[in-house]
């Protein structure tokens, strides 16, 4: 089975707090709250987001985080191979009949067809998808 990291799932719950609220500055706190996650591990990855141009930054008293580009914009292909180090499904690398092994070129088939249905989709749709989440996060 497939399993995406933490990393990227927090990369995505960031990026779908802060789609809810276009408008808005929200801090970093505000989010942990809301998911019942660690502020540190957050930190981390929003300063990437921010960096990768995901988010937007504004410092000081009144500050706090954004996207950087409208929901329409960010595309979850895309944001998940900037937060996933490595897609290695299986370890054929150090098996020694990879060479040979059919379920090499299959599993490699599988994750490009993963990818691409991922690539077909931004954060807007993900957030049409299902309705409004706000009522189950611990904000208002």
Do not use: W
Not at 49 to 68: D, K, P, T
Not at 93 to 101: D, E, F, L, Q, V
Not at 110 to 129: E, G, M, N, P
């Amino acid at each position: 089975m497939m399993r995406l990291t933490r990393y990227t799932d927090y990369a995505m719950r960031v990026l779908l707090y802060l789609a809810r609220k276009p408008d808005s500055l929200c801090s970093i706190a505000d989010i942990a709250r809301a998911y019942a996650i660690s502020q540190n591990h957050l930190m981390k990855v929003v300063n990437d987001l921010v960096n990768a141009g995901y988010l937007e930054s504004v410092r000081g008293r009144y500050g706090g985080i954004r996207l950087a580009k409208p929901a329409t914009e960010i595309n979850v292909g895309a944001l998940v191979r900037h937060t996933e180090d490595d897609f290695d499904l299986v370890g054929c690398g150090t098996c020694i009949i990879a060479p040979a092994c059919g379920l090499t070129s299959v599993l490699d088939e599988a994750l490009q067809s993963f990818l691409a249905t991922l690539d077909r989709y931004s954060l807007a749709d993900v957030i049409a998808r299902r309705g409004d989440f706000g009522h189950l996060l611990k904000v208002s």
